[in-house]
């Protein structure tokens, strides 16, 4: 039995897809998700005769029903793995007994997955051998044991989670364990949208002070002397309009957990009262002729590249060294991609009341890779306004218009030189012979894709370039697979092993 399997899903629900079709593809094995139960049908009795159908009974009516049954007439009974849903294992087994010992319950688990391919693929073939690498999370060392194998999710409350399926990730995610009982400040970098806001909530749930009020004062938002009085507090006649006594941030949280977020846009005087702050523990409200006293745990966060800042002297050295007595740096989202596919199965699941009608909506292979290949310089946010304007249209198609019309921009921008105000020489030679270079290598491409069963992994090994690299001729020349040509076993092998030697 070949380790590398053809796989077709008949999976509607968003979060069991997830779970089942992305540890699948990224261990190598080409999945061919069907709509339903008439395509999937369609695809057998066209010639597609895969190593495994995997059926999702969940929330299937007697008109479903029905379909399944049909779809299990021409399916032989050692591919079919059914998911067992609301109807119960012995609706779904009815009139095929023999397909009793291959039913999953809810959820389905990574060892679940592992304990069906293993059985396809032969004693040879350990669960080990799923690539836990591509989910790239196994492959950090110096993980935590309890950590699960698979994307890491925890909720942090009003909506807000923290997901890590990047070695770069659940590496932050072990310095926020680490620093659950060190009741020290921490500074929190990265570019804006990659959730600074969303480490420091995950910070304070596992410290000490977690019974306590968290709360998020934008220091770009405010001036300075508005600043300084929603940060200590103000008296009765400290200022004109100044009517009542005022609590500040510091007095409001005090015993809790305060994130100063972008702390690089606060003025100089300012930062040297935060200082005194930090340093003492002390703070006068304006107006107000004695010192108060807070126990507030201070995070930081900022999109401003901190060593510039430092050099340029817009930002105190001694702030700096007291506030960053531990550092994150969030990566960008272009950085950890392969957390884009559960980011966006993730936000689909949570959209809002209003959109609940909505969840179901599916992002298509094309669309998914595209959604890899894009850079997303705003990052979480900016994917998370995607995916909501997405499934609000319910248009897939001007979706993926619009992300291959940034790829395309971004491209040419990296590509073409600057000539400043020269005019360009005539391009008509080099059009043609752009063309010429174009064909052969879409064809090229199409070949190997074929050859290898669309396992676009392989694919990228025989042709010796990168996986994403591949993604990207693959969205930019259209190609698509032609299901109604089966590779052979012995071409695949052979396609494979070129591949590896390369």
């Excluded at 087994?93 to 023999?98: F, K, S």
């Excluded at 600074?196 to 998020?216: D, G, T, W």
């Excluded at 006649?237 to 957990?257: I, L, S, W, Y």
């Excluded at 809002?352 to 094309?366: C, E, I, K, V, Y």
Aim: hydrophobic share 40%; glycine share 8%; net charge neutral.
């Amino acid at each position: 039995m070949k380790s590398l399997l053809l796989i077709v899903t008949v999976i509607l629900d968003g979060e069991t897809r997830s779970r089942v079709c992305l540890p699948l593809e990224n261990a190598g094995h080409r999945v061919v998700q069907a709509s339903g139960c008439k395509q999937a049908s369609s695809l057998l009795m066209n010639g597609l005769t895969p190593d495994l159908l995997l059926l999702d009974m969940q929330g299937a009516g007697s008109a479903e029903l029905s379909q399944y049954r049909e779809l299990l007439k021409i399916a032989p009974t050692q591919m079919v793995c059914i998911i067992e849903g609301q109807c119960g294992t012995e609706t779904c087994v009815e009139g095929n007994p023999t397909l009793a010992g291959h039913v999953l319950g809810k959820p389905v688990l990574l060892r679940d997955i592992e304990r069906i391919i293993a059985k396809l693929t032969g004693p040879t073939q350990q669960a080990s051998d799923i690539d836990h690498a591509a989910l790239s999370i196994s492959s950090v060392n110096d993980l935590a044991a309890d950590l699960p194998l698979g994307p890491y999710l925890e909720e942090l409350g009003s909506n807000r989670f923290f997901l890590a399926a990047s070695p770069a990730m659940m590496k932050i995610h072990r310095q926020v364990m680490l620093l659950a009982n060190v009741d020290a400040p921490v500074l929190i970098l990265g570019e804006s949208g990659t959730g600074k806001e969303v480490i420091a909530h995950l910070i304070h749930k596992h410290s000490r002070r977690s019974a306590q009020k968290f709360l998020n004062l934008n220091c770009a938002a405010l001036p300075a002397d508005l600043l300084e009085s929603e940060l200590f507090g103000y008296t009765r006649g400290a200022f004109t309009g100044a009517f009542n006594d005022k609590p500040g941030k510091f007095e409001q949280v005090n015993r809790g957990t305060l994130l100063l977020d972008e702390i690089g846009e606060m003025s100089a005087p300012m930062q040297a009262k935060l200082l005194h702050v930090l340093q003492d523990g002390q703070y006068t409200r304006l107006g107000a002729r004695e010192c108060s006293r807070a126990d507030v745990r201070v995070l930081a966060a900022t999109n401003v590249p901190i060593e510039d800042a430092l050099e340029t002297k817009t930002f105190r050295q001694d702030l700096f060294y007291r506030l960053s007595v531990f550092t994150i740096n969030i990566p960008p989202l272009r950085d950890r991609s392969q957390e884009i596919p559960y980011l966006i199965e993730e936000m689909i699941r949570r959209s809002s009341a209003p959109m609940s009608g909505l969840r179901n909506f599916d992002f298509s292979t094309r669309l998914m890779d595209a959604a890899l290949l894009y850079d997303w310089r705003g990052n979480v946010r900016e994917l998370r306004n995607f995916v909501t304007r997405t499934i609000t249209m319910r248009d897939a198609d001007a979706a993926l218009h619009e992300l291959e019309k940034k790829i395309g921009a971004g491209d040419q921008a990296d590509d073409l030189p600057n000539f400043g105000d020269v005019a360009p020489p005539d391009l008509g030679m080099r059009s043609i012979m752009r063309g010429v270079k174009d064909r052969t290598e879409a064809q090229l491409i199409q070949n190997a894709l074929e050859l290898s069963g669309w396992n676009r992994r392989h694919a990228a090994a025989y042709l010796n370039i990168s996986y994403r690299g591949l993604l990207y001729k693959i969205q930019q020349l259209g190609l698509t697979p032609k299901l109604s040509k089966r590779v052979s076993a012995p071409s695949r092998s052979g396609l494979l092993a070129r591949g590896s030697a390369s």
